[in-house]
């Protein structure tokens, strides 16, 4: 749920659906189809449908609203998996569905940990095919970069690196099931 | 068979990507891998001393889809990366990869290519030869 002024604030609708209620509960608008009687009114109550992202049917991972970004980049990833063997011409290999569902649940977790832990959302990431089956998962922007490394083989560790452009680096592997999260966030959080 | 020769540190290695690789005009890091198994395992680049950028980009499947960029030896070698020329002689036609022919201008890259930081690195140190984009002729 959040609160905004219409006269102040821009707001980017969820694809997902919403509907605009005024403060008094008078329903004016839902998906973009006008109802009921139109009124002066500066500040409304906006309820959002979490985002979902589905796979053959089966919802795969499931967001908080204000996560739109991230959900519409994960969206996006689908077509690693539409990937087919020796895709680039050069031998590359078919990107496994395991893959790619650890490579997102583990994106999802960490920006709703990081949430949950600082309100902040994080950056959204690009969800990327990686060598050799894996997925990578790289944040870029002018003042840091971290790349992520999810394997093939989910039994491996991720790895990553992260730096400033400069001296402050980051880099190591964990389990991306089960890790210190902190860790990432260090980077995220400090440049 | 043409002999290996020493690539000096200011030479360019030429390295084709296809277009699926590129995101945005971003090129995405995981597109640095080496290809091939045991003494043949490396990431294959082209010696300008040998080749052009436009002969890199002809020597695979579908060239059209694909770019150039370039490394500087040098740049490579302080990555700690090895870089290796690997000429071959191809006798006879490959039946499913006809495109690959001789080619004394074959360098191998060796080493941690794939390790995210290196990969980043990789990022930082190429140049553009020709876009994907950019038509054949």
């Known amino acids: 749920m959040i609160g905004i002024h219409l006269k102040t604030n821009e707001f980017r609708f969820p694809k997902h659906g919403y509907q605009i209620w005024s403060k008094n509960s008078k329903q004016f608008f839902k998906n973009g189809k006008d109802y009921g009687i139109r009124k002066k009114a500066n500040e409304f109550v906006i309820y959002e449908e979490n985002p979902t992202v589905t796979l053959k049917n089966t919802v795969t991972i499931e967001l908080p609203s204000r996560f739109y970004e991230l959900d519409r980049e994960v969206e996006n990833s689908k077509y690693i998996l539409a990937l087919e063997n020796d895709w680039d011409d050069e031998g590359s290999v078919a990107y496994q569905e395991a893959t790619w569902k650890k490579a997102i649940q583990f994106t999802s977790n960490y920006a709703k940990w990081v949430f949950d832990e600082t309100s902040r959302v994080i950056p959204t990431p690009k969800i990327a095919p990686g060598p050799n089956g894996s997925i990578d998962i790289l944040w870029k922007s002018p003042n840091y970069r971290l790349l992520i490394n999810i394997p093939d083989n989910l039994k491996k560790q991720a790895s990553f690196y992260g730096d400033n452009y400069s001296t402050d680096t980051i880099e190591g592997t964990f389990n991306p099931s089960n890790f210190n999260q902190g860790l990432l966030l260090t980077i995220l959080n400090l440049y | ?137």
């Not at chain 2, 045991?38 to 002809?58: A, C, H, I, N, V």
């Not at chain 2, 579908?62 to 006798?91: A, M």
Request: glycine share 6%; net charge positive; with cysteine.
């Open chain 2, 1 to 137: 068979m043409w002999p290996v020769e020493k690539i000096p540190i200011k030479s360019r290695l030429f390295y084709r990507i296809h277009e699926t690789w590129i995101d945005e005009g971003e090129v995405n890091p995981g597109v640095f891998q080496q290809r091939g198994e045991k003494t043949k395992k490396g990431m294959s680049t082209d010696w300008e001393k040998y080749s052009s950028p436009q002969q890199s980009r002809l020597r695979c499947k579908n060239p059209r889809k694909n770019g150039v960029i370039n490394f500087i030896t040098k740049d490579l070698r302080g990555l700690q990366l090895e870089v290796i020329h690997s000429p071959f002689i191809i006798n006879e036609p490959i039946k499913e990869k006809p495109w690959i022919k001789s080619n004394r201008a074959h360098t191998n890259v060796k080493g941690d290519v794939e390790n995210v930081k290196i990969r980043l690195q990789l990022l930082d140190l190429f140049k553009w030869e020709i876009q994907p984009s950019k038509p054949l002729n």
